[in-house]
């Protein structure tokens, strides 16, 4: 593995029927964090980058079978892809109470981050004005902290199956500044709690978070919102899986968007009802087309 000073470049040895997987690094604060994107297929140059955020104790490849719909269609949207991997496959994210060593070594996510940013600039021309982000479980936790803590270029977050943390257990500063956020949690969560409460994993608690409801006014309400949201009952497209879905929107010209995906019936997993990787990034365009 050859070295330069701030990166280490090798090429995963497994390929798609149409594309190449490549894995990277970049020295961050004495740690080499890794990431992985599939090879361009043409010029990326303005692409719009979105970062697909693993669970906690997963990887980046793992992600990238779930967002292959969203993958398939990346050049003719104009985005590019990356699945960033935790430190030791955990993020240190806004939970005061989780034990992984990202959070005990308090490693700098930000400037991960930005190093993405600026590396995927310089090297494919990708817009280096803003980035999304989609994360499940950890991973959105992740995401929640991008939106709170960077949000001059995090433009907007898709979390799936997270709730931000109460307020005893948030350690990140918050910037009240605010982001568009969409936010997928089923009701049967039993490690992510709907109404909020305690997270527990194989009987540890990774500390109190928010309800969904909650979680969803909090950026509602940094936005500016008012009242009530739009509510609409979304089609039962697979009526074999025990779950409905219900969409809740705050949208006003001039604002970020803010909806919540409530999955009755619905676990600690992807929806069955809706593809939430197409779904995010449509979601992520009209919030450009509100800004151009």
């Not at 990887?59 to 779930?66: D, F, T």
């Amino acid at each position: 593995m050859k070295k330069t000073l701030c990166l280490i470049l090798f090429v995963v040895c497994f390929f798609t029927a149409d594309s190449q997987v490549i894995t990277d690094s970049v020295l961050v604060e004495n740690h080499y964090r890794i990431f992985h994107f599939n090879k361009p297929m043409g010029v990326t140059k303005n692409y719009n980058l979105v970062f697909v955020l693993h669970g906690s104790g997963g990887n980046g490849i793992e992600m990238m079978k779930p967002a292959l719909t969203l993958e398939k269609i990346s050049h003719k949207e104009q985005v590019f892809l990356v699945y960033p991997d935790g430190y030791k496959n955990y993020w240190n994210e806004c939970r005061k109470a989780a034990t992984s060593a990202a959070n005990l070594e308090n490693i700098n996510e930000q400037a991960f981050f930005d190093s993405l940013i600026l590396y995927f600039t310089k090297n494919y021309q990708v817009n280096g004005q803003r980035f999304f982000a989609i994360g499940l479980s950890g991973g959105g936790h992740m995401a929640y902290k991008l939106a709170l803590t960077m949000p001059a270029t995090c433009k907007g977050i898709s979390a799936i199956v997270a709730n931000l943390p109460d307020s005893a257990n948030l350690d990140c500063t918050e910037s009240k500044i605010p982001v568009a956020v969409m936010i997928t949690n089923g009701t049967k969560d039993p490690v992510n709690p709907y109404t909020g409460g305690q997270m527990m994993v194989n009987g540890h608690s990774f500390g109190g978070v928010l309800s969904t409801t909650k979680t969803f006014n909090y950026w509602a309400t940094l936005a500016g919102y008012k009242g009530e949201p739009v509510v609409e009952q979304l089609p039962d497209r697979d009526t074999a899986n025990a779950q409905t879905m219900t969409k809740f929107t705050f949208k006003t010209k001039g604002k970020p968007e803010v909806t919540l995906f409530q999955v009755t019936g619905g676990t600690h997993s992807f929806p069955g009802d809706m593809d939430v990787f197409i779904n995010s990034w449509q979601f992520f365009k009209r919030q450009m087309k509100e800004k151009s």
